[in-house]
């Protein structure tokens, strides 16, 4: 893997990108995956993005496995080497709501190993980019994982965590802005846009795989929840938690975390 490949792959989730702002401006139809409590939404814009991206990411590298929110699973992914592991659109409900937080999210993974992100935010056009042990881009311009750390740390959270209140242990000590889809969160965590993210309930491999990529690829640190590192392309696709930080950062939050989050039984 290299510039010139990472490029191209850049290019294709771009291409993705603008069909997704393309299907939104044309009109789209919205159904629920748990229709009686209208939750978890799916557009045809999702699928639309899913079809677009399988076939020219299994076009780029023909011998990985497939792992995508809106594809039906197949367990021959499990037996393949390298895994593309895709969320259409990272943040339905605020692509639905217009609010311009979501996210083309865009996974290669090595015999488990994050190796190469990217991440498009089709609303502004917005790209980030990056491969473990190449470096990581936003927009052509190298990013990194780094900022000045200020008194209280600035931490993404989602909106629905933060309206259950599971910041409000944390609220004397961190400062907590409201972000939509957790992928797009990890990307402005790897560009230095904050201190950090972290959400302690499960979250599925497609949701976090190419963030994970884009915070390691930028020089930062991410675990889960239990601090383990990341392995992706497993049989049961939940992971259990996420934290990802800057380096000057990073010990501070795991520190508050083992202090203040709620235990769990």
């Known amino acids: 893997m290299d510039k010139t490949w990472l490029n191209g792959l850049a290019a294709i989730v771009q291409e993705a990108g603008r069909l997704v702002e393309d299907i939104a401006r044309q009109g789209f139809d919205t159904q629920f995956k748990n229709p009686e409590a209208r939750r978890d939404p799916v557009t045809t814009a999702d699928l639309a993005c899913d079809a677009f991206l399988k076939e020219r990411l299994l076009h780029l590298l023909p011998e990985a496995g497939w792992l995508s929110e809106e594809t ?34 865009v996974a290669l993974a090595q015999d488990g190993e994050p190796r190469a992100g990217v991440l498009v935010n089709p609303a502004t056009g917005d790209v980030f980019y990056g491969a473990v042990g190449l470096g990581a881009w936003r927009n052509g311009t190298p990013m990194a994982c780094s900022r000045a750390r200020g008194e209280r740390l600035t931490i993404l959270g989602s909106r ?73 392309n497993q049989p049961d696709t939940l992971t259990h938690g996420i934290v990802a930080a800057t380096p000057e950062a990073y010990g501070d939050l795991a520190s508050l975390l083992r202090r203040h989050a709620p235990k769990r039984g």
């Open 72 to 105: 039906k699973d197949r367990p021959d992914r499990l037996g393949k080497r390298w895994v593309w592991i895709v969320d259409p659109i990272d943040g339905t409900r605020e692509f639905v709501r217009r609010i311009p937080e979501y996210a083309v999210s």
């Open 160 to 232: 629905s965590e933060i309206n259950r209140g599971e910041f409000e242990p944390f609220a004397d000590v961190l400062d907590v802005r409201a972000v939509g889809s957790i992928a797009y969160k990890l990307a402005l965590v790897a560009a230095g846009e904050a201190d950090g993210t972290f959400s302690l309930g499960p979250k599925h491999e497609w949701d976090i795989a190419a963030g994970v990529a884009l915070v390691l690829a930028a020089g930062g640190r991410v675990h889960d929840g239990a601090s383990r590192p990341f392995r992706f």
